[in-house]
């Protein structure tokens, strides 16, 4: 069985601050995970995956970020918020069986203030 | 690439009408669909997983009467809400994997259903 665990619905950081979005997964198999945004009435849109290899994983939008085995998280961080990062964020965690199914986390709602 | 959309992106019906959700692969095939429900401010549900040519696996809970899904060919599958009633009301989001990408679904824009 897999879960994922996004710790705050609600995140606020001015322009230009750091975001940091938390997300600690739980999964009996190499898991492979992916943090999605989503705008309003849209669908989600990839922002970062980590499958295997490298584990600070880089996105787009200057997203990035890095997978730790040991504390099972997989934040999500950017340098410096942009207005236009205002959104939904949610984490997901890859299935293992033959569907591949995803397990989203609950979702963090980001607003940017000026 | 790896496009998938949906058609209609909204639409309003009245309670005991079926609706039709389509969601296309534009760009590659796909070998798996998937068909998930959103409420406002929550978070995805996935509602059943259906594979090209067979019957949709339905999670528990979702009544496979109700939510028919059909994945005829690789590029296409449907979904539809019958006898349609307001508590159906919701985002319902499609995505698609190519077979291909280990896990990675791609994600339609969603349809807006309001029943009435």
């Known amino acids: 069985a897999q879960s994922v665990t996004q710790l705050g619905s609600h995140v606020s950081v001015s322009e230009g601050a750091l975001v940091l979005l938390r997300c600690n997964y739980s999964?009996?198999?190499?898991?492979?995970l992916f943090w999605y945004v989503q705008y309003p009435n849209q669908g989600l849109q990839l922002l970062l995956k980590?499958?295997?290899?490298?584990?600070l994983v880089k996105g787009i939008n200057g997203f990035e970020a890095e997978f730790k085995k040991s504390e099972t998280s997989f934040h999500l961080t950017k340098p410096s918020a942009h207005m236009s990062d205002a959104a939904e964020y949610f984490c997901?965690?890859?299935?293992?069986?033959?569907?591949?199914?995803?397990?989203f986390g609950s979702g963090t709602q980001l607003t940017v203030l000026p | 690439g790896a496009v998938v959309s949906q058609h209609p992106s909204w639409v309003i019906c009245k309670s005991g009408t079926s609706v039709k959700i389509e969601c296309r692969s534009l760009?590659?095939?796909?070998?798996?669909m998937f068909w998930y429900r959103q409420f406002p401010k929550q978070s995805l549900m996935l509602m059943a997983t259906?594979?090209?040519?067979?019957?949709?696996?339905?999670e528990q809970g979702v009544e496979k009467d109700k939510f028919l899904i059909n994945h005829a060919s690789l590029t296409l599958s449907t979904l539809t809400v019958t006898s349609a009633h307001p508590e159906d009301s919701s985002f319902y989001i499609c995505?698609?994997?190519?077979?291909?990408?280990?896990?990675?679904?791609?994600f339609g824009p969603g349809t807006r259903l309001t029943v009435l």
């Open positions: 995505s698609a994997r190519d077979g291909t990408s280990w896990n990675e679904q791609f």
């Open positions: 999964s009996s198999v190499p898991p492979y």
């Open positions: 980590y499958t295997t290899g490298a584990t």
């Open positions: 997901a965690v890859g299935g293992s069986g033959s569907a591949r199914q995803l397990t």
């Open positions: 760009d590659f095939q796909a070998t798996t």
């Open positions: 259906s594979n090209e040519g067979s019957k949709a696996t339905y």
